[in-house]
């Protein structure tokens, strides 16, 4: 079945980067689009991003622009998700999700989730 | 971008009954490309609907989504136990794909 296992939870000081895990299994890898969604604590949802894992290509939300890089191994099957000069206000926790075939089109499986916590 | 708007915020009700939850475009949306979530508190979301009113993979058929162009809702045709969380939707049609800001459903 699909699975999309996160990293671990993070603490980190203002200013710093982080730089979360996915490892899919059940599926091929390279023929699903991989997105960033996050939830700061009591929070809705909101999107980041996608990075196609064959290509490479990506796309953020412009407000992640400049803020987020979206990367991927093939060969263990994995994306990876990097922000940096963290703030207070990303404390949240980031979920990666399995998306579609195509860029714009909807998640179908998400991780557990990484609870990313900036604190001094 | 395209702003999603949902209502009610909060939505009480008793298992049996049915439950209607409401989601706005601010434009219309490109091939009807919405979709529902589902998410309970200390879990990742799950994915309910799709193209407005396709049910995902092992979803009960008491969920049922409907709309077209800028108005969708979400039915809950008998509420179980289970059904009581929070409910998003997500247009993915254009690119930044935005999330509605949630309706609970919550037990009355």
């Known amino acids: 079945q699909v699975q999309l296992v996160q990293s671990r939870a993070e603490v980190k000081e203002p200013g710093a980067s982080v730089k979360v895990s996915c490892k899919t299994s059940?599926?091929?890898?390279?023929?699903?689009?991989v997105h960033w969604v996050r939830q700061a604590p009591g929070q809705g949802l909101e999107w980041m991003g996608w990075?196609?894992?064959?290509?490479?290509?990506?796309?953020?939300a412009p407000k992640f622009q400049g803020k987020v890089a979206m990367t991927r191994d093939k060969s263990v099957s994995t994306a990876y998700m990097e922000l940096y000069g963290l703030q207070s206000d990303d404390t949240a926790v980031y979920f990666c999700?399995?998306?579609?075939?195509?860029?714009?089109?909807?998640?179908?499986?998400f991780g557990q989730g990484t609870l990313v916590t900036v604190s001094s | 971008d395209i702003v999603l708007t949902q209502s009610p915020g909060t939505l009480s009700l008793s298992p049996g009954e049915r439950a209607t939850l409401s989601c706005w475009a601010s434009?219309?949306?490109?091939?009807?490309?919405l979709a529902w979530y589902q998410q309970k508190p200390g879990q990742a979301p799950r994915l309910l609907i799709y193209g407005a009113s396709s049910r995902a993979t092992g979803i009960p058929v008491r969920f049922s989504g409907s709309g077209s162009g800028t108005d969708f809702s979400l039915t809950i045709s008998r509420l179980e136990p289970e059904d009581f969380a929070v409910y998003y939707c997500q247009q993915y049609g254009t690119s930044p794909q935005t999330f509605g800001p949630g309706t609970k459903v919550e037990i009355k």
């Open positions: 999700a399995r998306g579609r075939y195509n860029a714009y089109d909807y998640v179908d499986s």
């Open positions: 990075i196609n894992p064959n290509s490479g290509v990506t796309n953020f």
């Open positions: 434009q219309s949306l490109a091939s009807n490309s």
């Open positions: 059940g599926y091929t890898f390279i023929g699903y689009y």
